[in-house]
């Protein structure tokens, strides 16, 4: 009888065997720390191995484990391969235009007329989501082209924008040192997270999340009652809030934000041309506007 390999355990197996942890495994993977557990513990089953060796939360391979790490890396390129070839590559008549979920006001009011003049005989649908599962609907042929967070592993983004990220809270909030530091977080992988939880763990602050949600406006508001503090993008911030003190908690990161596709399949390189262009001049036009609004 055939034994087959469960892909998503994997998937699992290869992150905690690069990683040597299972709790920075459950994070990377969005999975408990028991339900790791369990599907590295069900691999082992199924290819009848030891594959870590387990010390406290380490885990160090063990020789059959390097073995299946070699096969498991071939065998998961060789599945993301196969889904982007099935995957249709002609963008002709419609495409899906992926936008991170706060920016979907920036692209109903700038990029779309502009994506409409430049492209008449497009048909576009637009895709609202964070910017990590944007790009993993780019891999999949869900989207044609998206606005993302850039990351330093993704050298081929086109860049849009920059802006300072910055501890916010009410203006008559006032931390109580007896009580951990309320935080209002995104409930989804996300970039601004992982800043957050860098800047709130190098302060070493006895914090709590209080608040969660997909939205950076809920966030926002969130914070204007007093409910928390979050980190936000300089541009969502009005007198409405008060500035952390830096010396209290600071985040050294900042928010880019680019504009990235599919860089694996083949692409009309004139359309492509129009999309970057497009975007670039509604971040322009968004510019101006905001440079000429009376101050709040």
């Known amino acids: ?36 557990s369990t599907q590295i513990k069900k691999l082992e089953q199924r290819v009848g191995a030891q594959l870590f060796i387990r010390n406290k939360d380490a885990l160090t391979l063990t020789k059959q484990g390097q073995t299946l790490m070699t096969y498991a890396n071939q065998i998961l390129d060789l ?3 196969a889904v982007k070839k099935l995957r249709a590559d002609d963008w002709a008549g419609k495409l899906a235009i992926g936008v991170p979920t706060d920016y979907a006001p920036f692209y109903a009011q700038y990029l779309h007329p502009l994506l409409q003049k430049h492209l008449p005989d497009f048909e576009f649908s637009t895709i609202c989501s964070r910017s990590r599962q944007l790009r ?25 924008w920059e802006e300072p990220l910055h501890w916010v809270c009410a203006q008559d909030f006032t931390p109580d040192p007896q009580s951990p530091l309320p935080v209002a977080l995104f409930a989804d992988n996300c970039v601004m997270n992982d800043f957050a939880l860098y800047s709130l763990r190098k302060s070493k602050k006895n914090f709590q999340v209080t608040f969660t949600s ?19 993008p300089e541009s969502l911030i009005t007198p409405a809030f008060k500035l952390v003190p830096e010396d209290y908690l600071t985040c050294p990161f900042t928010l880019k934000v680019g504009c990235t596709w599919n860089h694996d399949k083949q692409i009309d390189q004139d359309l492509l041309a129009k999309l970057i262009t497009s975007t670039q001049q509604a971040v322009h036009q968004a510019n101006l506007n905001r440079e000429v609004q009376p101050s709040h």
């Open 1 to 36: 009888m055939s034994q087959y390999l469960n892909i998503d355990y994997l998937h699992t197996f290869v992150i905690a065997a690069k990683t040597g942890k299972l709790t920075t495994t459950s994070e990377i993977v969005y999975l408990s720390h028991s339900a790791v």
């Open 79 to 81: 599945n993301n391969n």
């Open 136 to 160: 993993q609907q780019l891999d999949t042929g869900e989207v044609n082209f998206s606005i993302a967070a850039m990351e330093a592993q993704y050298h081929d983004d086109v860049f849009l």
């Open 214 to 232: 997909t939205m950076m406006d809920n966030l926002a508001t969130c914070v204007q009652a007093g409910i928390a503090v979050a980190l936000l």
